[in-house]
């Protein structure tokens, strides 16, 4: 489906054309129409799929020429992490290009007084759209900067991130100040309970639409090095010192592996940045621009970034780290291959992350290449040995359990508790146009290329 089927303004159309947009994605051919016509939305897309415009587009369209007061906020996007506001409020800066009069903001936490004055004054003056990270709009809502009861439009994005932050109270008392008149859209990448038990306490008979979830782009490259972990150092230099490679993210699952691993390659020679929730707001922000503009070529990342980050041609994804969610897998390796380009991912798995392996490939439904280790770095360790010799752990266990007379299952999970509470206490890492000088029109260049493949 084209753009221009849908009924949204020639303003928003002329401004898509500039940004090369022509074709919907499926989630905007099914979400624009139900949103135009006054629906509460549950979306279930993940990012890389097109969702941003899908809720952007319908929206934008309604307040460009329906009657919504001047003088209050009326929308607000929610968003789990500043970066993804950012984006947010660029797409809107994009899309919005040639719409006369709607404006907006977006306010997220983390940084600095001044900022935050910046962020009331802007409140003060009024925008149309505000974009806002729970944490920062409950502060605003406190201080009284900002008043939602005439707000028509009530938007959540990237759900169940925010509920995994732990912001589910957060988005509630953000709803309790909003109007019940409102029409609310609410996406999530996966739809786990809590996100129904959201669904059902703020949607309005919400109409679902939902995209296939999680399968990485067909044109990635997935491969995955079964190594020891006094190993993963070796194979991550050989891996990165691949030739021709710009740009590069390597996950580790925790803050502080980042900060080793940033140390170390650097010593090495590697030219990297480092990125998690201990970065001030300025210095991410720096980070991010540094990689964009590839004065970074390998930035070194937790989870915080394999969200909603919108740079589109890495080449390489390397997980330093097994995810422990299969479904984060997907998330980091999709920063890679986007629109249709190829990409690579390379897994460092050891032999206590195989259980993971397994979750990953039946969610991808697909097997994963395991070559032998790149030259110089060892012999990979033999997965079914490894497997074999867990079976029989598992066994004399069980056997020691009947010997033993225990009947308190919680006693013999005392070893699978510990070792599940050292990875979430190291996996946690939550805190966490170009302007054209002449206006084209859509419809006039569309019919031209029709004329021409004529
Ligand atoms: P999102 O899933 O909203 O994060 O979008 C992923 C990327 O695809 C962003 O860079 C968008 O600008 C781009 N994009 C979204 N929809 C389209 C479309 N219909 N045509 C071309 N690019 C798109």
């Known amino acids: 489906m084209y753009f221009d089927e849908l009924n949204i303004t020639d303003d928003l159309l002329d401004a898509l054309d500039a940004m ?3 074709i919907c994605s499926p989630i905007q051919e099914q979400a624009i129409p139900k949103i135009l016509e006054g629906n509460d939305l549950l979306g279930i897309a993940q990012t890389g799929t097109g969702k941003t415009a899908a809720y952007l587009l319908p929206v934008l369209d309604m307040l460009s020429h329906g009657n919504y007061p001047k003088d209050s906020v009326n929308c607000i996007i929610m968003s789990p992490t500043r970066e993804l506001a950012q984006q947010i409020d660029q797409q809107v800066q994009g899309f919005g290009y040639y719409l006369d009069g709607v404006s907006s903001v977006a306010i997220y936490g983390g940084n600095d007084g001044m900022r935050f004055e910046q962020e009331r004054k802007g409140l ?10 729970p944490g920062r709009l409950i502060s605003h809502l406190n201080g009284g900067h900002i008043d ?3 707000t028509s439009f009530f938007i959540l994005d990237e759900a169940d991130r925010m509920l995994d932050m732990g912001f589910y109270d957060d988005i509630m008392k953000i709803a309790s100040y909003l109007s019940d008149k409102r029409q609310t859209i609410l996406f999530s990448a996966t739809m786990p309970s809590n996100i129904q038990k959201l669904a059902n306490n703020i949607l309005n ?11 990485p782009a067909e044109k990635i490259k997935q491969t995955a090095y079964i190594c020891h972990e006094g190993m993963k150092d070796k194979i991550a230099e050989k891996v990165l010192s691949a030739p021709d490679l710009e740009r590069v993210i390597l996950f580790a699952s925790s803050k502080l592996k980042v900060k080793e691993l940033s140390r ?23 980070i991010m621009l540094d990689f964009k503009n590839k004065k970074i070529s390998i930035l070194i990342a937790t989870d915080i970034v394999s969200r909603g980050i919108d740079i589109d041609d890495i080449q390489l994804v390397v997980n330093y780290d097994v995810p422990r969610d299969a479904e984060d897998y997907v998330h980091r390796i999709g920063r890679t291959a986007r629109a249709n380009r190829e990409g690579e991912a390379v897994t460092l798995v050891t032999p206590r992350d195989f259980m993971h392996l397994k979750k990953i490939e039946s969610l991808i439904e697909k097997e994963i290449d395991k070559p032998e280790l790149p030259e110089g770095c060892g012999e990979k360790p033999d997965m079914t040995a490894s497997a074999d010799r867990k079976g029989r752990m598992q ?4 056997h020691s359990r009947k010997a033993n007379g225990s009947k308190n299952p919680k006693a013999a999970d005392s070893h699978n508790t510990t070792a599940k509470d050292s990875q979430s206490a190291t996996s946690s890492d939550n805190s966490a146009s170009g302007s054209r000088s002449k206006k084209r029109s859509y419809h006039h260049k569309k019919q031209q290329k029709i004329i021409k493949n004529n």
């Open 20 to 22: 090369n947009f022509e």
């Open 124 to 133: 003060e003056l009024g925008a149309d759209i505000v974009i806002a990270t």
């Open 148 to 150: 939602l009861k005439k």
């Open 205 to 215: 008979n919400p109409v679902e639409v939902k995209i296939a979830v999680s399968k």
């Open 264 to 286: 170390n390659l650097k010593m090495k020679g590697f030219n990297v940045g480092a990125m998690h929730s201990d970065l001030e707001q300025k210095e991410r922000e720096d």
């Open 395 to 398: 066994k004399r266990h069980k």
